[in-house]
């Protein structure tokens, strides 16, 4: 047995708590440094490191429990009763609103265990945990787990101790985060780098070892995206919704790694013939996104139904050599010779570095629709034309060009020239209910680990499905056909937040929504508020001044309601993406919105103000 295994887990778990409680980082780093050099031997410290970094440990797999799984076996083996106070707060961890530690599992847990003090039996070694732990890992994986799921347990591994990864790997040894990076291997990281002043000569990738993928920066909106990436050759690049994947091509020894580089091979037994077929060199690393194709559909689905598709956007390693010192615009050329995609099976995503294709030229024409008569036209052909229309020559220009793409290929990525190229993409692909988009920056090189900034993500924001929202109806927009002469769409807004025991003042414009009431119930609302419809001819004459509303005339109503106490609130609801906006005067608009309901029920100022709706967007996002 070494030192290491030998000392008790309560020396782990006081170090832990001091780690915590300690403010200043650099004591942190010092009390594990004590740690490592007080009780750990230096041929053995990956038995304390994989307890340390939990999710980094891919020896052992997954242990298959969840926190609800977790909590049962806690109230078993405290022989709780199940509707104890303590038992409930267990399976309830997530709730009890402003009570401490609700939603963090482990507090929750901890605080629970606290109250058993003499219950627990003291004594355990690095050892007997990692014995214990193992078993668990091994039980789960005679177990038929289903490959994602298993990748979404080791997730939680998070022991939220104030102090980073990168700090931990950075005292542990100065190559350490760098070694792991590459090889994702945290046993191979203990063994090799026992000394902290001996370096280590940078490694490169290896065919066979999962290498820890570059991420993406999120960023705020085009603009800011646009400026970050200033005087650089820009890819824009649908942000597919599904799983990151690495496929490690050795003859026909073929691997697929998730993005926290776990060996996914029961991937491999529909795509793999298709990968030794079409990856045309024998040894290689794709890096890409694997989803779900519809085929009858003929577009992405939900997992579980028809069949798998890789989408390779990257390539780090061909032949003998490792790719990623060469630009992304090197690395696009080599990924269209390596790999001959199969529709609906392996796609590349590969811009045209020459013309743009048609979607791009497509949505200029939808832009300048109303507005100028010039535009210019790629065809896919690669012909480039500027051609002067009248406006309704338009809608007809776009059908033939549309006609004239024979393939109906949706564009996933394309070289931007400039903002309003990447504004338009990043519209499109919400609208096509995607994901977001990626930027990335075409001369840099590809990084293991790295977020810094070389690929950005924009997303939509969104707030949680199910949330309600009731705004107030300000103005309303007369509809055309059917509804022609009569308000049909309407224009809702949020209150200022007013101040406490006081009724909101002003209104903010928030979005414009007609769909999701029956033609009945529109006609109700429509007839309650048509004695208030008031016509303000902008800019001759303003509206009221308890309605704020931009200087963007795209979205001014038709007529305005007289004012807010004779107006009705409106429950709506969106596909829950929320978009910044710039047309209306909150800061966010939403996507997609439809009424649920009319709530006469509630009285005008019953309206949700603005803070809290950014509170509410705030809280639904992530980072
Ligand atoms: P998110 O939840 O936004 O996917 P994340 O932390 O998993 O966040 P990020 O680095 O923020 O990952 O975003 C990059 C991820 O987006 C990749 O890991 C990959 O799975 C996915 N992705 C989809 N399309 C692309 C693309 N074209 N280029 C790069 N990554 C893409």
């Keep these: 047995m070494t030192k290491t295994e030998e000392t008790e887990v309560s020396v782990l778990v006081s170090l832990f708590n001091w780690i915590q409680k300690t403010k200043p980082a650099a004591k942190k780093r010092s009390k594990f440094r004590k740690f490592l050099d007080t009780y750990c031997d230096s041929v053995d410290y990956f038995s304390a490191l994989r307890l340390i970094l939990p999710s980094l440990d891919r020896e052992r797999g997954s242990y298959g429990l969840k ?20 038992a409930v707060r267990l399976i309830n ?41 193992d078993r668990l890992a091994s039980s789960e994986n005679s177990s038929k787990t289903p490959g994602r799921q298993k990748y979404e347990y080791c997730s939680c591994c998070n022991l939220k101790l104030g102090i980073s990864e990168k700090s931990i790997f950075h005292e542990f040894h100065p190559d350490a985060e760098d070694l792991f990076n590459v090889t994702c291997d945290l046993k191979l990281v203990c063994e090799k780098l026992k000394d902290r002043n001996q370096r280590h000569k940078r490694q490169d990738i290896e065919v066979g070892k999962a290498v820890r993928p570059q991420l993406a920066m999120r960023i705020g909106d085009a603009h800011a995206a646009w400026r970050k990436l200033h005087g650089k050759e820009v ?21 697929y790694f998730s993005r926290s580089f776990l060996d996914h091979s029961e991937y491999g037994h529909a795509m793999s013939k298709i990968i030794e077929q079409n990856v045309l060199v024998d040894r290689c690393i794709l890096d890409g996104e694997m989803l779900v194709w519809d085929t009858s559909l003929n577009r992405f689905a939900e997992f579980g139904s028809n069949q ?3 989408v390779a956007f990257d390539v780090l390693y061909v032949g003998d050599t490792s790719v990623i010192h060469q630009s992304l615009k090197e690395r696009h050329e080599l990924l269209q010779k390596v790999v001959k995609p199969l529709k609906g099976r392996l796609e590349t995503l590969v811009p045209d570095h020459g013309l743009n294709s048609h979607l791009m030229t497509l949505s200029v024409l939808h832009d300048k629709d109303n507005a100028c008569n010039i535009s210019t036209v790629a065809m896919n052909d690669g012909i480039c034309v500027r051609v002067r229309v009248h ?49 990335k920056d075409l001369g840099s090189k590809w990084e293991p680990g790295d977020r810094s900034g070389k690929w950005l993500k924009l997303k939509p924001e969104y707030i949680r499905a199910g949330s309600d929202l009731d705004v107030l109806i300000i103005g309303g927009y007369y509809g055309s056909g059917r509804r022609g002469g009569e308000v049909a769409q309407f224009l809702v807004a949020l209150a200022e937040r007013p101040a406490p025991d006081t009724y909101p003042r002003r209104f903010i414009s928030f979005c414009r929504v007609g769909t999701g009431l029956s ?53 709506i609801t969106s596909d829950i993406r929320t978009i ?17 309901r009319v709530r006469y029920d509630k009285p ?6 603005v803070q809290s709706f950014v509170e509410l967007v705030h809280s639904s996002n992530g980072t």
């Design 580 to 596: 910044r906006s710039e047309v209306f005067s909150a800061p966010y608009s939403l996507r997609f919105p439809r009424i649920d």
């Design 391 to 439: 406006v309704y020559m338009l809608s007809q220009l776009r059908s033939q060009i549309m006609a004239a793409d024979q393939t109906g290929e949706p564009c996933w990525s394309l070289v931007a020239h400039n903002v309003d190229e990447v504004e338009k993409f990043f519209k499109e692909t919400i609208e096509n209910r995607d994901e977001g988009i990626v930027l």
């Design 67 to 86: 926190e609800s799984v977790l909590a049962n076996c806690l109230i078993d083996a405290l022989g709780m009763s199940k509707d104890s106070a303590d």
């Design 604 to 609: 005008w100022h019953d309206c949700l103000d």
């Design 235 to 255: 890819v824009i690049e649908c942000k597919f919704d599904g799983d990151r994947i690495q496929i490690h091509k050795n003859g026909s020894e073929i691997h």
């Design 308 to 310: 798998e598709i890789d």
């Design 93 to 133: 961890w997530r709730k009890g609103g402003a009570a401490p530690n609700a939603g963090n599992f482990p507090m929750v847990a901890a605080e629970v265990l606290q109250r058993r003090q003499g219950m627990i039996s003291g004594g355990l070694t690095i050892k007997e945990l990692n014995d214990l732990l």
């Design 519 to 571: 033609d009945e119930e529109l006609d109700a609302v429509v007839t309650k508020l048509k004695p208030y419809f008031r016509k303000y001819e902008y800019p001759k004459r303003a509206p009221p001044s308890f309605y704020q509303v931009t200087n963007n005339s795209k979205e001014r109503p038709d007529v305005w309601i007289e004012s807010p106490e004779k107006s009705i609130i409106l429950s």
